[in-house]
């Protein structure tokens, strides 16, 4: 397939461009570097540098010898969509070319609005894009289970059959996001189903976990393929920051009561539901739903666990109660169906105490570029 990534710069984005080109796709890559401009205003860079697109596909072709194409363009800009996806003719476009940090579109007006306009602009552009010169490309959308907030009762795969009044009907699963750029993603997933349901546009929308992992088979083969590893307030995952925190001997950052519940997936997994995606395209006028994760655990048992086997490598790991700088449950019922991506071939790779210790090694390796004061909390919802 041309496998078309939007966002191919970020910590998702460029590990998936090596797993399509290493499965035997023609794969371009665009970004603008949105999210690198951000983590040097806010002091926020990764634990280890990463070089340019353009260098790190330069050392994944004399590595692997499959090659990425790159291309250095804004996709809130609609002439610069359009000459893309006109100049590539994809059979697939995977979208992850959004602003993903949910403190920083907290952070202000500004952020709040660039947060917006960025993402929103992206995903009209990919879709007119689509619908006007590729229109049976199949879109692959990241969106986030942070789109359906934490309810009270379980959460289906996308989609909740509704009787009322003696009558029923099939609707979006209803929606209440934590952040305003978890509210965009919200707002993806309906321009998306308005475009599938009138033009009849084929879409898949993820709604993905947070993730944890530095290691993929291919970021593997040289130290300067890695993924963008956050750590910080801004970008880290929760999983990932709490590793760094434990080999810098500061005490675990858990907010508030540690009681929040995620699904969670390993980066490994991403790649493999992103490909499985692509690989069995979803049908014209349908808007497939995925819920993208592998396993669920509160803040407390992430903790917990990390600290276990960090105690176990004479980390000393401990863990400290902040107050919570979000607005969300502390304590709450959290039941997600996740059956889709495994109907499909996904073969979980699960949160071991060994993965924990694999990780913890590669950031032991690395603790002398560990900047403290990236870790705590600089955002807080109520301002
Ligand atoms: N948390 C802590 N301590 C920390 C960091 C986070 O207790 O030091 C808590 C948060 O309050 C939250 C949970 O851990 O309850 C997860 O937070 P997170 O920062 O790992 O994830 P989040 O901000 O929700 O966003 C991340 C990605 C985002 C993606 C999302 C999936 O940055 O791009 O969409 O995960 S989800 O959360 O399922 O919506």
């Not at 579109?105 to 602009?121: I, V």
Request: charged letters at 25%; a negative charge; glycine letters at 8%.
């Amino acid at each position: 397939m041309r496998v078309l990534i939007l966002g191919g710069d970020g910590y998702l984005g460029w590990p998936t461009a090596m797993d399509m080109a290493a499965a035997g796709h023609e794969v371009l890559v665009a970004d603008n570097y949105l999210r690198r401009r951000i983590a040097e205003a806010t002091d926020s860079e990764p634990l280890l540098a990463t070089p340019s697109l353009s260098e790190r596909a330069r050392i994944f072709r004399a590595v692997s010898g499959h090659n990425i194409s790159v291309r250095i363009v804004d996709l809130s800009d609609a002439d610069a969509m359009f000459d893309l996806v006109r100049g590539f003719m994809p059979d697939s476009v995977i979208h992850y070319a959004e602003q993903p940090s949910a403190p920083y579109s907290m952070r202000g007006f500004n952020e709040a609005r660039e947060t917006f306009r960025n993402n929103l602009d992206v995903t009209f552009n990919c879709i007119w894009a689509v619908k006007e010169i590729v229109p049976e490309c199949h879109i692959v959308k990241l969106g986030t289970m942070g789109e359906y907030g934490t309810p009270n009762i379980d959460i289906e795969e996308g989609w909740l059959e509704v009787e009322h009044k003696g009558r029923k009907d099939t609707f979006l699963y209803p929606r209440a996001a934590g952040s305003l750029y978890h509210t965009t993603k919200v707002l993806d997933t309906d321009l998306l189903w308005f475009y599938v349901r009138t033009y009849g546009l084929r879409v898949t929308d993820l709604m993905q976990g947070p993730v944890y992992g530095i290691s993929t088979p291919e970021a593997d083969l040289d130290p300067r393929l890695c993924p963008n590893f956050h750590y910080d307030d801004m970008f880290g995952t929760v999983i990932n920051r709490f590793l760094v925190q434990a080999v810098a001997g500061v005490p675990l950052t858990v907010y508030g009561k540690g009681g929040q519940v995620r699904g969670y997936l390993n980066l490994r997994d991403t790649l493999q539901c992103v490909r499985l995606a692509a690989e069995n395209p979803a049908k014209p006028g349908e808007l497939r739903i995925f819920n993208q994760l592998t396993e669920v655990f509160s803040v407390n048992e992430i903790a917990d666990r990390v600290k276990a086997v960090g105690d176990r490598m004479d980390l000393d790991v401990k863990i400290e109660s902040i107050p919570n700088p979000r607005k969300e449950k502390e304590e709450h019922y959290y039941n997600p169906t996740h059956t889709g991506l495994t109907d499909l071939g996904l073969k979980p790779h699960l949160m071991t105490d060994d993965v924990l210790a694999v990780m913890l090694e590669r950031i032991i390796e690395n603790r002398y570029n560990i900047q403290t004061d990236r870790i705590m909390p600089r955002v807080r919802w109520n301002g």
